[in-house]
């Protein structure tokens, strides 16, 4: 008898265990399915997705995406919520990639700062990189934003002197040395700001409307006028060949437009009239 129950116990765990095997790999499929045949966010997605979870509440990745898919739909009400169930079975990941979304969809800088430093917390020894970057880079944007430069500098510091020293200064993301610059500029350093706008033309090919753009500022304000109106007409052209700062699905910090580029060029003409 108790050798019949042993046998009935060990039939049991693998019964168990295939169970779950086969609850994960439904669920897997479910999940690829709909991010393989349907583009982010669309229905078809989100219901191939939905579906995973159904079959694995335990499903992480797909919970994840999830969130992100309504979010790219232009669901925030639906996108917190989920993304909070995310956050629950992978805080270590999901906190630093939550204060992303907080910095570009939502605009909100002292809660993704907050998640930032949070992050920090979670991983002492290592520096998080959401979406490819350091969280310190991040950082640098989400302080421009509140427009508290001295942090901003502070973290793109960081950030770039890491990068240097790591892999050399050519492996920079290149907008560090264009926040940083516009950090100086609004905080009225206008030769560091040079420095940094030249540093991102210097491994950007000598392509950037946005900094030539703010070097024509610059240089109006210094009444190198016939310097600034050849800056303005070479990020004009640039900004035509579309060598200027943009994100998809959102605006970037400090976006600038073909307006604002013809403004200063007629302000610049005024000028010198």
């Given at each position: 008898?108790?050798?019949?129950?042993?046998?009935?116990?060990?039939?049991?765990?693998?019964?168990?265990?295939?169970?779950?095997?086969?609850?994960?790999?439904?669920?897997?499929e479910a999940y690829s399915f709909g991010v393989t045949n349907f583009g982010q966010g669309s229905a078809g997605s989100i219901n191939g997705i939905a579906r995973a979870i159904e079959i694995d509440s335990t499903y992480e990745q797909a919970v994840y995406e999830l969130s992100v898919?309504?979010?790219?739909?232009?669901?925030?009400?639906?996108?917190?919520?989920?993304?909070?169930?995310?956050?629950?079975?992978?805080?270590?990941?999901?906190?630093?990639?939550?204060?992303?979304?907080?910095?570009?969809?939502?605009?909100?800088?002292?809660?993704?700062?907050?998640?930032?430093?949070?992050?920090?917390?979670?991983?002492?020894?290592?520096?998080?990189?959401?979406?490819?970057?350091?969280?310190?880079?991040?950082?640098?944007?989400?302080?421009?934003?509140?427009?508290?430069?001295?942090?901003?500098?502070?973290?793109?510091?960081?950030?770039?002197?890491?990068?240097?020293?790591?892999?050399?200064?050519?492996?920079?993301?290149?907008?560090?040395?264009?926040?940083?610059?516009?950090?100086?500029?609004?905080?009225?350093?206008?030769?560091?700001?040079?420095?940094?706008?030249?540093?991102?033309?210097?491994?950007?090919?000598?392509?950037?409307?946005?900094?030539?753009?703010?070097?024509?500022?610059?240089?109006?304000?210094?009444?190198?006028?016939?310097?600034?109106?050849?800056?303005?007409?070479?990020?004009?052209?640039?900004?035509?060949?579309?060598?200027?700062?943009?994100?998809?699905?959102?605006?970037?910090?400090?976006?600038?437009?073909?307006?604002?580029?013809?403004?200063?060029?007629?302000?610049?003409?005024?000028?010198?009239?």
């Amino acid at each position: 008898m108790a050798r019949l129950l042993k046998l009935y116990l060990n039939i049991f765990v693998i019964l168990c265990l295939f169970s779950c095997q086969t609850k994960r790999e439904k669920a897997e499929e479910a999940y690829s399915f709909g991010v393989t045949n349907f583009g982010q966010g669309s229905a078809g997605s989100i219901n191939g997705i939905a579906r995973a979870i159904e079959i694995d509440s335990t499903y992480e990745q797909a919970v994840y995406e999830l969130s992100v898919a309504y979010l790219k739909r232009g669901m925030p009400h639906e996108w917190k919520a989920q993304y909070d169930k995310a956050v629950l079975l992978d805080s270590v990941t999901r906190i630093p990639w939550r204060g992303y979304l907080y910095l570009w969809f939502y605009r909100d800088y002292k809660k993704a700062i907050a998640d930032f430093d949070t992050s920090d917390t979670l991983t002492p020894n290592f520096t998080d990189q959401p979406q490819g970057h350091s969280v310190d880079y991040w950082r640098g944007i989400a302080y421009l934003g509140l427009k508290d430069y001295d942090n901003s500098i502070l973290y793109f510091d960081k950030y770039i002197h890491q990068e240097i020293e790591e892999s050399g200064e050519d492996w920079v993301e290149l907008t560090a040395f264009l926040y940083r610059g516009i950090a100086y500029y609004e905080s009225g350093n206008y030769e560091k700001a040079l420095y940094n706008f030249e540093k991102r033309l210097e491994h950007g090919r000598n392509l950037s409307a946005d900094a030539k753009y703010y070097m024509a500022l610059i240089a109006q304000q210094q009444g190198k006028i016939e310097l600034a109106e050849e800056l303005i007409n070479t990020a004009i052209d640039e900004f035509k060949q579309g060598y200027f700062n943009n994100r998809p699905y959102v605006e970037t910090l400090r976006q600038i437009y073909l307006e604002d580029l013809h403004a200063l060029k007629l302000q610049l003409h005024q000028d010198n009239a």
